[in-house]
C-alpha cells in the first residue's frame, strides 16, 4: 500500500510535537519509519517548508520554524563554552536567587542568541557540576545551605540484556519505546538509568521512585515479575506477548502491566470505534497473522461485531513480522552483485552500507506491498 504525499505530509505534521529539539530526522528516516519512499517524505517534506511549518538551509536538514538556527556566528560548541564559563560565574558569585527558576530553555536561547540546543547543553553541563538542579520543567541554582550533591529523583527501565551487555532493542517500536519514555522522563526533571537484566536483584537505591520493565526477549519474564513484585516503588510492566504465557496479573497484583495491543480487548475497541459511526462490514487487513496479537486483535473484532449484528471479513497473511520478507530480501543477489561496493560508493560520495540498507528496507516493503495486492 504505497503512501500518498498528502498522507505522508499529515504523518509528519502529526509526528512533529512528539520529535526532540533541534534537527529533525533525515528523508531516509522519515521514510524508514513511515514505509514511505524517500521521493515522497521529500515531497512532502517540500510541502510544510512551503507552508512555514518547516525551515531548511542548505545540507543542514530541516528544522522546525522556531528552532531553526542563526546563520554565520560561531559554532555550537563554541558558543556553549563561552556561556557556560559565564553563567558558571554568574551562579558560583550568587548572582542569581535560589528560589527563582530560570527562564525556559527557548526563552534563554533568545536571550543568549543560541540554538535551544546550545542552551540545553549548558544547563545539561551546569546540572553534572551541580551548580543547577531541576525541579519539574524548570531549573534552579543550587543552594549551598542543601549541598551540591543532591540525589536526583531516577526512573529505572528495565530489559533484557543485548550481546554488548546493553539494553536490547531489535525493533523499531522498542526503539520509540524506549525513547519516548527518555523524552518524558527528562521533561519531568527524572534521571534514566537504563538496566540490562540477565537475572538477580535490580540496583535500586532511594533515588528511585518507579520502574519500567519490558519483557521483550524474555522467553519466561515470570522470574523478572518475582523480583520487581519484592520492590518497594511503583512498577509498569511492558508485556510482549501475554497469551504465550499464564496471566501474571492474578499471581502478580502489585505489579501493572500493559500489553501494547495485543490482547482481545484492543480488538473489541477497534470495533467499537468503527461500529458507533454506524459501519456494519469491517475488513481486517493484517500481513503478521501468524502473530499472537494479530489473531487476539481479530478475535477481539469478532466478538464485538458479533454481538451488534456487524459482520468482519479478512485478509491476510501468516507473516510474523517484516522481517519475514527483509531476511530474503538482504540475501537477494541483486542488492549485491547488480550493485558493486565500488560503484556505489563512487555514485553517492560515500558510505555504501546506508544506500544498500535502504535498498534492502525498499525491497522488502515491496514485497509486503505485492503479497498483499491479490488480498
Not at 40 to 66: F, I, M, N, P
Not at 266 to 290: I, K
Not at 307 to 313: A, I, K, N, T, W
Request: glycine share 10%; hydrophobic share 40%; aromatic share 6%.
Amino acid at each position: 500500500m504505497t503512501l500518498r504525499v498528502d498522507q505522508v505530509e499529515l504523518a509528519l505534521e502529526q509526528a512533529l510535537p512528539g520529535e526532540p529539539p533541534g534537527r529533525l530526522p533525515s528523508v531516509r528516516a522519515w521514510a524508514s519509519r513511515l514505509g514511505a519512499g524517500t521521493h515522497t517524505v521529500q515531497e512532502a517534506l517540500d510541502r510544510l517548508v512551503q507552508r512555514g511549518v518547516l525551515r531548511k538551509r542548505g545540507r543542514s536538514g530541516h528544522w522546525r520554524q522556531d528552532e531553526f538556527p542563526r546563520a554565520g556566528g560561531r559554532s555550537a560548541r563554541t558558543d556553549a563554552t563561552r556561556i557556560e564559563e559565564a553563567l558558571a560565574a554568574e551562579l558560583r558569585s550568587g548572582l542569581h536567587p535560589w528560589s527563582v527558576p530560570f527562564p525556559s530553555v527557548k526563552e534563554q536561547a533568545r536571550r543568549w542568541g543560541c540554538h535551544p540546543q546550545t542552551a540545553s547543553r549548558v544547563f545539561a553541563s551546569l546540572q553534572s557540576a551541580g551548580l543547577l538542579e531541576r525541579r519539574g520543567r524548570s531549573y534552579h541554582p543550587v543552594s549551598p545551605r542543601r549541598g551540591l550533591h543532591r540525589t536526583k529523583a531516577a526512573l529505572l527501565c528495565v530489559g533484557a540484556a543485548g550481546l554488548r551487555g546493553d539494553l536490547r532493542m531489535d525493533t523499531d517500536r522498542e526503539i520509540d519505546f524506549w525513547k519516548e519514555l527518555g523524552i518524558e522522563s527528562s521533561r519531568l526533571g527524572l534521571e534514566l538509568h537504563r538496566v540490562p537484566w540477565a537475572g538477580g536483584k535490580l540496583p535500586v537505591d532511594p533515588s528511585v521512585v518507579g520502574v519500567v520493565a519490558s519483557t521483550w526477549h524474555l522467553p519466561d519474564p515470570e522470574a523478572l515479575y518475582k523480583v520487581l513484585d519484592r520492590l518497594r516503588v511503583p512498577v509498569c510492566v511492558w508485556i510482549q506477548d501475554p497469551s504465550s504465557h499464564r496471566s501474571p496479573v492474578r499471581s502478580h497484583p502489585r505489579l501493572r502491566f500493559h500489553d501494547q495491543g495485543y490482547g482481545a480487548a484492543s480488538g473489541r475497541l477497534l470495533a467499537t470505534h468503527m461500529l458507533d459511526r454506524g459501519h456494519v462490514h469491517l475488513a481486517f487487513v493484517s500481513p503478521w497473522h501468524g502473530s499472537v496479537w494479530s489473531r487476539e486483535r481479530l478475535k477481539g473484532i469478532r466478538q464485538e461485531a458479533l454481538l451488534r449484528g456487524g459482520e468482519v471479513s479478512v485478509f491476510s497473511l501468516d507473516g510474523i513480522s517484516e522481517w519475514d520478507r527483509m531476511a530474503p530480501a538482504w540475501e537477494d543477489p541483486a542488492i549485491w552483485e547488480g550493485f558493486p561496493a565500488e560503484i556505489v560508493a563512487r555514485v553517492v560520495e560515500g558510505r555504501v552500507d546506508p544506500v544498500r540498507e535502504q535498498a534492502i528496507r525498499t525491497l522488502g516493503w515491496n514485497r509486503i506491498r505485492r503479497d498483499m495486492e491479490p488480498l
